[in-house]
């Protein structure tokens, strides 16, 4: 189903590549990442191309809810506790740069940007706030401490960020992607190098940049151990309130609230991809008791990649690849991550120096407790009999029969019914 952007927004129809091609950098991936990125590099005059399979935005990104925000979660306590003040204090002022960034591009660009405050609540532990704030005070971050919220919840309180932003991601694209040189309906079918082979000619590069949502490298990285996939639903409604910021809870499996237009947007029934959830029946109980007289306009469902530590992963592909880069786990924070690995990529590209690039660095260590439960995750998978495989790592798929989808519960590749491929990391569709 079309979310409310793909429904009112119309993208340019792109050619695809005819023939073979040179050119010094190889963007693989039409999301708001790889655009982005093929945004700077023409602004730095960079000879390159970007290649998308299908068509610009036509996955994650056209299913986004687009809050641009650096407060990702109840995230800044758990920084300093397992990195330090510092790299918590870069997080923070990196995500404020991407977000300047949006508010600088928008200014010209008619997307409908607003300017409103972002709430992460806990339904009932106000101890996490509390911990929460106490880190932000020591980064020197002046977020606020909250109780009344226009939600219908009982919720412990909330920790705010004034003056962070929304938007329509694909007004935002269809402005930025005039002039770019991109070209769709092209797949890579085999990198080779910075060699990539494609379903409509071949095309050499100096440097490659793996842009496609979860990277479909497996011998480089080890991505199929660092990341897992996380299923999330929206339903528009209309004749609803407006809410008046954006809100989520801290919970993974809690309840988001954003308004656009005269819709309120209400996301939640999470579940990780080939697991159960609560899906969009979840909201739509929640909506029948809550606004009673609204009615739903648009629904949508998207995932998202998950890192061991709730960073992504902007950089080097693996400390052997010198010459492919990759933007990859924004972890539900698409937007603001993917003006954060632009900036980073590009920097890399020039030879500037990037003082969040080491933060964000995808051969950082891997040792952490999500580690061993997406290690086991796909051991189970890999011994449970079945005749639907998933062709990326051969794990047995899941149907989801809410969504009558083969759905992959080690890394998230997602298959109609008939076997059509619809999300990677899989490359192709089931034999």
């Not at 300017?115 to 005070?137: P, W």
């Not at 309840?255 to 996301?267: E, H, K």
Request: charged content about 25%; aromatic content about 10%; some cysteine.
């Amino acid at each position: 189903m079309q979310s409310v952007w793909e429904e009112n927004t119309k993208l340019p129809e792109l050619e695809k590549l005819r023939g073979n091609l040179k050119t010094d950098v190889l963007i693989i991936g039409g999301g708001m990442a790889g655009l982005l990125c093929a945004y700077m590099l023409e602004k730095e005059n960079v000879d390159y191309a970007l290649i998308e399979a299908e068509t610009i935005c036509s996955g994650i990104t056209g299913k986004t809810t687009a809050k641009i925000t650096s407060q990702h979660g109840l995230i800044y306590n758990k920084l300093i506790r397992e990195f330090s003040v510092e790299e918590a204090r870069m997080y923070l002022s990196a995500n404020e740069a991407a977000l300047a960034k949006y508010r600088e591009l928008c200014a010209d660009i008619d997307c409908d940007f607003e300017t409103k405050d972002n709430y992460v609540y806990s339904i009932n532990d106000s101890r996490k706030l509390d911990k929460e704030m106490d880190a932000l005070g020591r980064i020197g971050y002046p977020a606020e401490l909250v109780h009344d919220l226009p939600l219908p919840i009982s919720a412990a309180g909330a920790v705010r960020f004034s003056a962070q932003a929304q938007f329509n991601p694909l007004k935002f694209v269809a402005a930025i992607s005039k002039g770019l040189n991109i070209y769709e309906h092209t797949k890579v079918t085999e990198l080779i190098g910075t060699s990539a082979r494609s379903s409509n000619g071949e095309i050499s590069a100096n440097t490659i940049i793996v842009a496609t949502h979860f990277p479909f490298l497996n011998k480089h990285g080890s991505y199929f151990l660092k990341m897992y996939q996380h299923r999330s639903y929206v339903i528009a409604l209309e004749n609803a309130p407006n809410v008046g910021g954006m809100y989520v809870d801290d919970d993974d499996k809690g309840m988001s609230f954003r308004n656009y237009n005269d819709l309120l947007l209400l996301g939640g029934g999470d579940h990780r991809t080939g697991k159960q959830g609560g899906g969009w029946r979840e909201l739509e109980s929640f909506a029948a008791r809550n606004y009673t007289v609204a009615f739903e306009k648009y629904r949508w469902a998207a995932q998202d990649c998950m890192t061991l530590d709730g960073m992504p992963y902007i950089g080097r592909y693996s400390k052997k690849t010198h010459d492919l880069l990759v933007a990859t786990g924004f972890n539900k924070w698409g937007m603001s991550s993917a003006m954060v690995s632009a900036t980073i990529l590009t920097d890399m590209l020039l030879d500037r120096e990037n003082e969040y690039a080491r933060l964000f660095s995808p051969s950082r260590s891997i040792m952490r407790p999500q580690l061993a439960a997406n290690a086991f995750e796909a051991a189970v998978s890999l011994l449970t009999p079945s005749q639907k495989r998933c062709p990326h790592l051969g794990c047995a798929l899941k149907w989801n029969a809410y969504e009558h989808t083969w759905d992959c519960p080690c890394h998230g590749s997602r298959f109609t019914e008939d076997g059509k491929l619809i999300d990677n990391p899989a490359t192709g569709d089931l034999k």
